[in-house]
């Protein structure tokens, strides 16, 4: 999988807010930043 820069920024900010909106617009790869964090 492409390392996408924001992962780490998502990565921090999940583990300091118990939510985390990701917006944009369709097809831009929001579900595919989320799910690894997610999995995690």
Known sequence: MIK?????TL???SEQ???VAITGP???GKTT????VELE
């Open 4 to 8: 996408r820069e924001a992962s780490e």
């Open 33 to 36: 930043l989320a799910l690894p």
């Open 26 to 28: 369709r097809k831009s």
């Open 17 to 19: 807010f118990p939510v």
């Open 11 to 13: 990565k921090r900010l």
